[in-house]
């Protein structure tokens, strides 16, 4: 069914807390918000964890959004995880499509928004 809300796991990979808020506010009661720092967080955290989506900031941590989201598209296992990337630059879109994102965003978030975009990747 279209309005069944999601399930699983979201995983949100950002230093920002202002992110992680905006998620977790809008967050449907079955979705479970998972979030790490960086991409060293999120790759540990995806040894055990298969999320419905990722959302990541392209300029987070040491690692990088962009390397985090490149991994994941030429990972079998984590291939078909839809990774929605957070930008703070227009200029940055081109980055993103590079990385194999499936939605990009700009900050600051809009949890209507957030949550209308989240919404649609993970029915697709």
């Known amino acids: 069914m279209a309005d069944e809300l999601p399930t699983g796991t979201l995983l949100v990979v950002s230093q920002d807390p202002d992110v992680e808020e905006e998620v977790r506010f809008g967050a449907p009661d079955g979705l479970e918000v998972v979030s790490v720092n960086d991409a060293d967080g999120a790759n540990e955290a995806l040894l055990t964890l298969t ?35 957070l ?28 949550w209308v975009a989240v919404s649609s990747v993970l029915a697709a």
């Open 51 to 85: 999320p419905r989506a990722v959302i990541v900031d392209l300029r987070t941590g040491h690692a990088g959004g962009f390397g985090l989201a490149k991994d994941m598209s030429q990972t079998v296992r984590l291939a078909r995880i839809p990774v929605i990337v």
């Open 87 to 114: 930008l703070e630059r227009e200029q940055d879109r081109w980055l993103a499509a590079q990385a194999g994102a499936a939605l990009v965003l700009r900050k600051p978030l809009n949890s209507n928004e957030l």
